[in-house]
C-alpha cells in the first residue's frame, strides 16, 4: 500500500480514496461541476488538500463535511479510509417515511390480481381507463 504522509493530494483522487465518491470519474464530475468546497472554496479537480483542510461536497440531498486528517491517493480499505478522515457532517434530515396504505398490500399467495382487482387499483390510483 502505498501512502502519501502527509503530501498534499489532490481533491478528487482523495475524495474516491476515503470512498465518499463511488469512482474517480464521479468525484472529479462533482468538483468541476462546483459541488466541492475545499476550505469554503469551489474546488477544481487538481486543487490539493493537506492535513487540516476542510473538504465539503454536497451529494443528492445531503452535504458532507470531512476534515483530512491523512491525505491519500489510493484506495485503501474502508476502516483505513475512516482513519484519514474526521466527519462533521450535520445529522441527514429524517425522511417522512409514509408507509404502503393498508388497501395496497396483497396477501402472500394470493397471486396475480383479477381483471376486477387491477381496475380496482387502477380506480384507486386515479387512473380511469
Known amino acids: ?6 503530501v498534499p493530494v489532490r481533491v478528487d483522487k482523495w475524495l474516491w480514496a476515503v470512498r465518499v465518491f463511488k469512482t474517480r470519474t464521479k468525484a472529479n464530475t462533482a468538483c468541476s461541476d462546483g459541488r466541492v468546497l475545499v476550505n469554503d472554496t469551489v474546488a477544481k479537480p487538481a ?8 473538504v465539503s461536497a454536497k451529494r443528492r440531498d445531503r452535504t458532507i463535511v470531512y476534515v483530512v486528517v491523512e491525505p491519500i491517493a489510493k484506495r485503501v480499505s474502508a476502516t483505513r479510509a ?27 399467495g394470493t397471486g396475480r390480481p ?3 382487482d387491477r381496475r380496482q387499483i387502477d380506480r384507486l390510483r386515479g387512473r380511469r381507463n
Request: glycine fraction near 6%; proline fraction near 16%; charged fraction near 35%.
Open 82 to 108: 475512516a482513519e484519514c478522515v474526521e466527519d462533521r457532517s450535520p445529522p441527514p434530515e429524517p425522511r417522512d417515511q409514509i408507509p404502503a396504505p393498508v388497501w395496497a398490500q396483497r396477501d402472500r
Open 1 to 6: 500500500m502505498r501512502h502519501t504522509g502527509g
Open 114 to 116: 383479477t381483471k376486477r
Open 47 to 54: 486543487t490539493k488538500v493537506s492535513p487540516g483542510d476542510v
